[in-house]
């Protein structure tokens, strides 16, 4: 077994991380899961939290807003749809993030306003964390 898996989060903006990781907290939209070294693949949604990152030189945190993680035996990607690492969020961030999340749910179809509902209800646990 390998002691450490390749970790990439990458954000429409820029890279935000790529190093070998013994693990990885993923905040995944049906519950939070950990990806280590010779995990079984997956792919997963994310929703918005704290993805976590172990390695050599400690943890690393980013604050997500969602998207695409894809797991493999050696590998953890991410694609996120919006990214920070912890110590760059702020008050404002987050008000950009609820704000575009209120529009969503406000303009969301019937049949996934249940989902923009939880996104919502993620955004605000997410700021009380944040405190």
Same mark, same amino acid.
């Given at each position: 077994m390998a002691d450490t !898996?390749?970790?990439?989060l990458v954000s429409p903006e820029r890279m935000l991380a790529s190093m070998p990781a013994r693990e990885v907290q993923i905040p995944g939209s049906e519950g939070?899961? %950990?990806a280590m070294p010779d995990h079984m693949p997956?792919? %997963? %949604? !994310?929703r918005p939290g704290i993805l976590r990152a172990t390695g050599a030189d400690g943890t690393q945190e980013f604050v997500v807003s969602g998207g695409f993680a894809e797991v493999t035996a050696t590998s953890a990607s991410v694609l996120a749809?919006? &990214?920070v690492p912890r110590s760059e969020v702020t008050p404002d961030f987050l008000e950009k993030l609820r704000k575009e999340a209120e529009e &969503?749910?406000?303009q969301a179809a019937p049949e996934?306003?249940?989902?923009?509902?939880? &996104? !919502? &209800?993620d955004l605000a646990h997410l700021a009380d964390q944040m405190v």
């Amino acid at each position: 077994m390998a002691d450490t !898996l390749q970790f990439d989060l990458v954000s429409p903006e820029r890279m935000l991380a790529s190093m070998p990781a013994r693990e990885v907290q993923i905040p995944g939209s049906e519950g939070d899961m %950990t990806a280590m070294p010779d995990h079984m693949p997956v792919i %997963t %949604t !994310l929703r918005p939290g704290i993805l976590r990152a172990t390695g050599a030189d400690g943890t690393q945190e980013f604050v997500v807003s969602g998207g695409f993680a894809e797991v493999t035996a050696t590998s953890a990607s991410v694609l996120a749809e919006n &990214a920070v690492p912890r110590s760059e969020v702020t008050p404002d961030f987050l008000e950009k993030l609820r704000k575009e999340a209120e529009e &969503a749910h406000a303009q969301a179809a019937p049949e996934v306003q249940d989902h923009t509902a939880k &996104a !919502l &209800a993620d955004l605000a646990h997410l700021a009380d964390q944040m405190v």
